[in-house]
Structures are given as structure tokens and as C-alpha cells.
């Protein structure tokens, strides 16, 4: 080191004053996008599961108007199942906190998932549809929507925090330096940056693949033969589909919004070894100037050890003439 104090620096104490900060920063940067990357990496796990119940769901709705009733009673009974599993998969943790539940972390979206079934969410979902041949499949689409849809107490399958307008939840985000962030995750009860279209869409594709699976899970075989049964299996299968292809572009944009992450990091990291390279410039001596300069001054010390040793060895007998 030049010297242990920036006075000492003289002219290049500037400089070391205005790099320390900066690479400081970058540093501090790079460990926050670094921390981000489990919790997305975990939440795309998640998502891949989630999405291949949905797409299961899917390729089952058209055996439900062409199986026998044991056919249709063991499906309902998969999709019972399948609920209790979205619900535990929107539970997923990473080092201790939710990924899914947004700025509420700590507390897990989805209460109870393994009793879903027992819900009011479900129990609502189960009550209208069991009244199909009595209000018709489409009083009963329409009641399955709102019941999805809605954050009431006893209603939604939801946590309190999550139970509210997808404009009043905050997904995670890391922080890019600057006063910048971005996004880098999911929401249980609401898209991110999806907008899930159609005719029967509570929004949400995730409310709308357990509203699906719930209104499955609450067929009976006695309804196969109900003419309003085929209307409310397609009212099913179309909301389904939206939410599948949802879930895939917010997939999609999270997957992007790693890529982008990990480029930014690696811009970090280039730039933070270039700016250390220019600190150490500033505080630090010349390497090869500095050996140079020992190597001239172990020589001359050698040398004057070596005439301060000839010297003791001098005395005046050494002279005076032999006698």
C-alpha cells in the first residue's frame, strides 16, 4: 500500500475515494441477485408441476362426457387431489420464506391446503354444482366464477394478505443497483405480468385452475346424464385452456427475467474487477518498481556490511613495519 491513510495518497486519493463506494455497490448488487436466484429457480419448479396438473385436467375433459360414471367419479376423485397438491405447491419454500406469497413471506398462501376440500371455497364450489340440474349450467358457471374470484373470509382459499386485489399485492424483487429493482417471482392468487382472457376467467389463472379442479372434483356419477352436464364441462375446459396459456407467459417472463439477471450480474462483475483494477492503481505501490527498489537497497546495505566488517578488522599493527 502506498499508505494506510487517503492523505497519504496525495494526488490518487480522489480517485480511491469515488471507487471504493462504487465497487462497494456492485458487490453488495451481485450478492442481492445472487440471493434471488433460489427463490426463482425454486419457483419455476413449482410452476412446472402446477402446469402439468393443468395440462391433465385438460386432456381429461373430454373423457367426462364419454365415460361411464365409475369413469367420472375416479376423475373427480384425481382432482380432489390434484387441489390439495396446487395448494401445497403454492406453499413452497425457500430458506424459511414462501416464494409465492409476495411481500407476506412469511406466512404461507394457501392455510391448511391439505384440507382444502373441507374449505369454504370448496365446500361453496360443491354446493352449486351439485344443484346443476336444478339452476342449469349457466347460473352455475356464474356462481363458480364468483366464488373463485372472491377474497370474503371463508371464501377464498387464500391467506388474508393474498386475499385482496392483485394491484395491492407486491411480487418479489431484487434490487439492480441505482435505486432500480426488478421482479423475479410469482403470485399465488394473481398473474404478474400475464393477463388471462376469455369467457370465464376469474382473472387469475391460478384461481381459475382450482376453481376448475374443484368444480371437477365435485362431479358425481348420477350427473352424467344431466343435459346441462356437457355445458358446464366445456364452460371448464375453455377456462382451463386460458389459464394454461396465462401461466405459460408468466412463466415465460420470469424464466426472461432470470436470463436478464444472470447477464447483469456477469456486467457486474466485469465492471466491478475493472474498477478494482483502478483502485488498486490508486492505493497501491508499483510492484516491479518497488522490488527494483528493495533489490538496489539490499545490495547497498550488502556493501556496507561489508566495509563496516573490513573496517573492525583494521588496526594500526597491520601498518607498522615488521620490527
Known amino acids: 500500500m502506498i499508505s494506510n491513510t487517503y492523505a497519504g495518497l496525495n494526488g490518487t486519493a480522489s480517485i480511491a475515494l469515488a471507487l471504493g463506494p462504487r465497487i462497494d455497490n456492485l458487490q453488495v448488487t451481485q450478492s442481492n441477485i ?5 427463490p426463482a429457480s425454486v419457483t419455476q ?3 412446472r408441476q402446477i402446469s402439468s396438473i ?3 385436467l385438460l386432456a381429461q375433459m373430454p373423457n367426462l362426457t364419454s365415460l361411464n ?4 367419479d375416479v376423475i373427480a376423485a384425481n382432482a380432489r387431489s390434484d387441489l390439495a397438491q396446487v395448494g401445497d405447491l403454492l406453499n413452497t419454500q425457500y430458506g424459511g420464506t414462501y416464494v409465492f406469497a409476495g411481500q407476506d413471506s412469511s406466512n404461507p398462501p394457501v392455510p391448511n391446503p391439505d384440507n382444502i376440500t373441507t374449505s369454504g371455497f370448496f365446500t361453496q364450489i360443491s354446493a352449486a354444482v351439485s344443484s346443476l340440474s336444478t339452476n342449469g349450467s349457466a347460473v352455475t358457471v356464474a356462481a363458480t366464477l364468483t366464488m373463485a374470484s372472491s377474497n370474503a373470509a371463508g371464501t377464498s382459499p387464500f391467506s388474508t394478505y393474498m386475499s385482496q386485489p392483485t394491484t395491492g399485492l407486491s411480487p418479489p424483487s431484487v434490487s439492480t443497483g441505482d435505486g432500480q429493482s426488478q421482479t423475479i417471482g410469482l403470485l399465488a392468487s394473481g398473474n404478474t405480468s400475464a393477463v388471462s382472457t376469455g369467457t ?4 387469475s389463472y391460478m384461481r381459475d385452475l ?5 368444480t371437477v372434483g365435485s362431479l358425481t356419477s348420477g350427473q352424467a346424464s344431466d343435459p346441462n352436464f356437457a355445458a358446464l364441462i366445456s364452460d371448464t375446459q375453455t377456462s382451463v385452456t386460458g389459464a394454461i396459456t396465462a401461466m405459460s407467459t408468466d412463466v415465460g417472463i ?3 427475467q432470470q436470463s436478464n439477471l444472470t447477464i447483469l450480474s456477469t456486467t457486474l462483475s466485469d465492471t466491478s474487477t475493472v474498477l478494482s483494477t483502478q483502485l488498486s492503481s490508486a492505493r497501491e505501490v508499483d510492484m ?14 550488502q556493501e556496507s556490511y561489508q566495509l563496516i566488517a573490513a573496517a573492525n578488522g583494521m588496526s594500526l599493527a597491520k601498518f607498522l613495519p615488521a620490527g
Open 200 to 203: 370465464s376467467t376469474t382473472g
Open 54 to 56: 393443468a395440462a391433465n
Open 34 to 38: 445472487a440471493a434471488a436466484s433460489g
Open 69 to 72: 360414471s365409475t369413469g367420472i
Open 288 to 301: 516491479a518498481t518497488t522490488l527494483s527498489n528493495l533489490s538496489l537497497t539490499q545490495t547497498q546495505l
Open 210 to 214: 382450482m376453481r376448475a379442479l374443484a
Open 45 to 47: 419448479t413449482a410452476m
Open 254 to 256: 420470469l424464466g426472461q
